[in-house]
């Protein structure tokens, strides 16, 4: 039967940590022989063992019924060596169950440093780390069906503690605890993965990546599948700020990815029909602008013939007509070039162009198109370059030129205006018509893809302007409208 009236000894120093809260048995050494000199109500309360049985009682035959006995012997050297330690390790009961503790030993130094006293403390430390496993446990059964990945490593060589469903499902493979990531997922070792997480382990700095691709391995299989995903790593610290582990959390995004790749796919498509249905309203007259440097061939080639029949030819006539007919050649494959290059279905190419020249082309093609009566005004300055897709802004513009030939088709004055300028962040295009304006509903849809009332139209125009310039990182915009005209703009980033 357990008692707990307190130590029996008259020692002072025993009687006052008799009370103390931490499970302590008092060890005393005479002649050579270490005996148990008091317990205090913590231990017996903890260990469940009589106290008149224990004192006097050998400290090797105590410790033998308390703990092992590579953790007996370790604490006895320490006591003949008067020195402290402290041990964890699995202790005994009077009942024989078992707890975890950790185990301090003090020595008392008397006069002249002798040592004829020692403290044996126990802390249980088994209730602490059961309610932290059952905390673990309960967050790994609410990450388990997390929607996101998220896995835990622990050590610098990152062996997996944790990965829930989704992890296990992006890395095609279930066998991960208790393996590091480079033998788990070795696919990912020559991708840098894993410098990354050694990266995050030594600075404690965390890593957030967002599209990032990654090949992966089907364990079942052997086949390799291209996967994107978005993830974070983080460093895990214990209580005294030490880096012990990684935590991994992420999404697979691989089906956003391939849903913005066939959108992007979708959108390139609809620019290119637009583009064709565009040159198309202008092939007749495009015919027409060609018909002038073609009509001039034709007519040197014939001045050409009836120089070399004379009997007084010139030669230096005749060059001169050769070089008038290679000039007009020149001109008729310029038009044929920049009709072909805007028709022309291609990834979208950003280089630094000219805008005047540019721009200059733009209004010859629109101008072939365009009613004889419309005044084309040219104020892009010189010299002004965009870092942009040549092609595809020369759609844009083409695109507003015509709308502003079908706004003035009616009006008095018929006047086009093509300008840019500059306002230190962004290059800025307008469009200047002198038709009677937008009506509002119109304008507050005007960029939205609708049914369109042209005939031969696609409703794309304006909306596939706005994809075209956001697409570049721009934006475009109606300026303003009324009874005097309209003014549509759109902006680009500053090469």
Known sequence: MTTTSGPKTSDPLFEV???????????????????????????????GYDRLKLEDTSLTKFLGRLTDATTAASVRRAVEAQKSGAWETQCRRSDGSEFLAAIFLT????????????????????????????????????????????????????????????????????????RT?????????????VDL???????????????????????????????YCDFVYQAVRDAGGKI???????????????????????????????????????????????????SAITNYAVGAQRLLNAPDSDPARLSNVLRSIEEASHRAGEIIRNLRELTRRREPARIDFDLKVAASECLRLVRATASPGIAFVDAVPDAMMLAADRIQIQQVIINLLRNACDAVRDSDRQEIVLGALSDGTSDVLYVCDTGPGLELEAARNIF????????????????????????????????????????????????
């Open 17 to 47: 940590a008799g009370t103390a809260r931490m499970a302590t048995v008092f060890v005393k050494a005479i002649e050579g022989r270490f005996l148990i000199a008091a317990a205090n109500d913590a231990f017996l309360a903890l260990s």
């Open 244 to 294: 012990v582990g990684l935590f991994c959390e992420g999404y697979d995004v691989t089906a956003q990815r391939e849903s913005a790749e066939a959108l992007a796919e979708l959108q390139s498509e609809l620019i290119h029909l637009s583009r064709v249905n565009a040159m198309g309203a202008m092939a007749t007259t495009l015919a027409h602008e060609l018909n002038q440097p073609l």
């Open 181 to 193: 990531v480079a033998e788990a997922i070795p696919e990912i070792v020559t991708q840098g993965f």
């Open 107 to 178: 020595p008392v130094p008397e006069e002249e440093n002798k040592i004829y006293r020692y403290f044996l403390s126990l802390i249980d430390i088994g209730a602490p780390v059961a309610r932290l496993l059952d905390q673990r446990n309960e967050l790994h059964a609410l990450y388990e069906n997390a929607p996101g990945f998220i896995a835990t490593s622990t050590g610098p060589n990152h062996q997996f503690t944790f990965a829930n469903a989704a992890y296990k499902r992006f890395v095609r493979r279930d066998d991960l605890v208790g």
């Open 448 to 495: 939205s893809w609708s049914d369109t009332a042209k005939e031969g139209g696609m409703g794309l125009g304006l909306s596939i302007c706005r994809t075209i310039i956001e697409g570049h990182r721009g934006r475009i915009w109606l300026e303003q409208s009324g009874p005097q005209g309209s003014e549509f703009r759109f902006s680009l980033p500053r090469a």
């Open 197 to 227: 997480l050694d990266t995050v382990f030594r600075t404690g700095e965390p890593f957030e990546g967002r599209n990032i691709e990654m090949a992966i391995t089907d364990a079942k299989t052997g086949k390799s599948q291209t996967r």
